[in-house]
């Protein structure tokens, strides 16, 4: 099932760049950023009311809220960079390089979180790597 998940995350994540292109022209990319924020925040708040977890929101730790809050900083930031690259470059362009998160993801997954390297990764990340460079070059 998570296959399912991480494919309709991809294509949602491409739609993101083009709806967030054709939507930025003449608009702040920080603005952007703030109008987009401002709408996940609302969706994602709905989802838990929906689903009825709200009431959850006590039970989580601090270890996980310190880290859930640091990654939504890492998320604001992303989406700020994010932003302010579509509305200078072309999207066919910025998007590999901001893709580029998954090699980068797969080396802090190895070195802080312990996870197996495997030829396959390593093979995979190259060519993403290489896939990179062609494209935003």
Known sequence: MWVAYALLSA????LTSI??????ENVNSNLATAIRTIVVLIMAWGIVFITGKQSE???IGKKSLTFLVLSG???GLSWLFYY???QIGEVSKVVPIDKFSVVIGMVFAFAL????????????G???TIGTLVLAL
Request: glycine content about 12%.
């Open 84 to 86: 302010k690259a579509l």
């Open 73 to 75: 900083c890492a998320t």
């Open 19 to 24: 709806l967030a292109k054709i939507g930025i």
């Open 113 to 124: 979180l312990g996870e197996q390297v495997s030829a396959k990764a390593i093979l995979g």
């Open 57 to 59: 929101v006590i039970g």
């Open 126 to 128: 190259l060519l993403i």
């Open 11 to 14: 294509f949602f994540a491409a």
